[in-house]
């Protein structure tokens, strides 16, 4: 009879609730090995094969997950906007200043890829040279910009950030920053990726400080307008 009631207790297998766990655990299962023989071999020459051996599932279990290899790094991309919706919310809740979100940003953007500059190198790669991986991480560069936008239209009304380019054009800014730096850093990794990146956000903030007013715009902005 206890294991009668043990099987009909949330912790079921068949419990919705169960079956959700099992399908989490799965999938980052397939896509900690995909990133692992990312860093390994290339992207290029990772094959789905490889990735289901190393997860030790099922090229069908893989499919229903990922529909294409190309979606590993989507998922990866989306992971990172997921990141960043999580601290700039958390720091709309505390209205944290603005250089301390920067800060936990560039550090939380940075901790995944951070692992390995090979891993960087071959997202990179992955995503200059798939269609499929570049336009859903298109997809969700556009999705960060949205909220990087709104969070400095809020410095802006608060005074903290220069209200003379538009916000979304600093959130460009802000991405090209840390592409940049990411690159960079895959190429010569000397230190820490995210002591870096923060290094390079605390620079970048003293332009987009607030400034006096009247203080005429930089030629690059006089000429560009807004955008």
């Keep these: 009879m206890a294991i009668l009631r043990l099987a009909r207790s949330d912790d079921s297998p068949a419990t919705p609730g169960r079956r959700a766990r099992r399908r989490a655990e799965i999938r980052e299962r397939i896509f900690r090995a995909a990133l692992r023989l990312f860093a390994e071999r290339g992207y290029a020459a990772t094959t789905v094969h490889d990735i289901t051996e190393a997860a030790d599932v099922g090229k069908g279990t893989f499919f229903n997950y990922f ?7 989507g998922a990866f991309s989306s992971m990172q906007v997921a ?98 730096g990411l690159a960079l850093w895959a190429l010569e990794p000397v230190g820490r990726l995210a002591d870096r990146l923060e290094a390079g956000a605390t620079t970048l903030l003293v332009g987009l400080s607030a400034r006096p007013a009247g203080t005429p715009l930089s030629p690059v902005h006089s000429r560009r307008g807004k955008g």
């Excluded at 809740?93 to 940003?105: F, G, M």
Aim: aromatic share 4%; no cysteine.
């Design 67 to 73: 529909p294409t290899k190309e979606h590993l790094l």
């Design 83 to 180: 990141k960043l919706e999580a601290v700039l919310h958390d720091a709309a809740t505390q209205r944290a200043p603005t250089a301390q979100v920067l800060r936990r940003l560039v550090r939380a953007l940075a901790e995944e890829p951070g692992r390995s500059p090979a891993l960087v190198r071959a997202m990179l790669t992955g995503l200059l040279t798939a269609p499929a991986a570049r336009a859903l991480a298109v997809a969700n560069l556009q999705r960060g910009r949205r909220r990087l936008a709104a969070w400095l239209a809020q410095a802006q009304r608060r005074g903290e950030i220069r209200r003379d380019v538009p916000p979304r054009r600093l959130a460009h800014y802000l991405q090209q920053a840390f592409f940049g």
